[in-house]
């Protein structure tokens, strides 16, 4: 066969029909493994931050000072604050020393529960818990109540924050 009938040979016979093919399904499968990995990844996610949260809480808590410790800080800037009162010139050693004895009283009655504010000294200084305060405050009357005194308001202070510090 030569070459012209060849090419009559192929363009006589029709093309063979052409067969479209369908693209292949996707298995249900795969939607739902996608579906429980975004979950799965969501949980993981939930928890870490809860867990980081909760040990973060609990950290913030440890540090946290006790009611002690808060009341401590508290009667210590009320001692402070009389202390730059005088500094300030705005009252005098004998209303600091005074301000001074009732701050020791308050500080005695809130921690203990017990109203020491119109005690004896001597009761102050019978009560174990409450000696260092009432030696405190028999040291504070004399320039409290003298009509002169030298000692300075400034030495109270300091005491006062010791007695406040040590206080268990």
């Given at each position: 066969?030569?070459?012209?009938?060849?090419?009559?040979?192929?363009?006589?016979?029709?093309?063979?029909?052409?067969?479209?093919?369908?693209?292949p399904q996707y298995s249900v499968a795969w939607v739902i493994l996608a579906v429980l990995c975004a979950l799965v990844i969501t949980a993981l996610i939930v928890a870490t931050l809860r867990i980081t949260r909760?040990?973060?809480?609990?950290?913030?808590?440890?540090?946290?000072?006790?009611?002690?410790?808060?009341?401590?800080?508290?009667?210590?800037?009320?001692?402070?604050?009389?202390?730059?009162?005088?500094?300030?010139?705005?009252?005098?050693?004998?209303?600091?020393?005074?301000?001074?004895?009732?701050?020791?009283?308050?500080?005695?009655?809130?921690?203990?529960?017990?109203?020491?504010?119109?005690?004896?000294?001597?009761?102050?200084?019978?009560?174990?818990?409450?000696?260092?305060?009432?030696?405190?405050?028999?040291?504070?009357?004399?320039?409290?109540?003298?009509?002169?005194?030298?000692?300075?308001?400034?030495?109270?202070?300091?005491?006062?924050?010791?007695?406040?510090?040590?206080?268990?």
């Open positions: 066969m030569d070459r012209a009938d060849l090419v009559t040979v192929v363009l006589a016979d029709p093309a063979p029909e052409q067969q479209i093919i369908d693209p909760a040990i973060e809480k609990k950290v913030a808590y440890r540090g946290r000072p006790s009611d002690l410790e808060a009341l401590k800080a508290e009667f210590l800037r009320s001692v402070n604050d009389i202390a730059d009162r005088h500094e300030a010139g705005e009252i005098g050693s004998r209303d600091g020393h005074h301000e001074l004895t009732g701050v020791m009283r308050r500080f005695v009655r809130r921690t203990t529960g017990h109203d020491v504010t119109s005690q004896d000294l001597s009761t102050l200084l019978a009560d174990q818990r409450t000696r260092a305060v009432g030696e405190l405050i028999e040291d504070l009357y004399e320039p409290d109540f003298a009509l002169s005194s030298d000692r300075q308001l400034s030495d109270s202070v300091r005491r006062a924050r010791e007695v406040i510090r040590q206080w268990s």
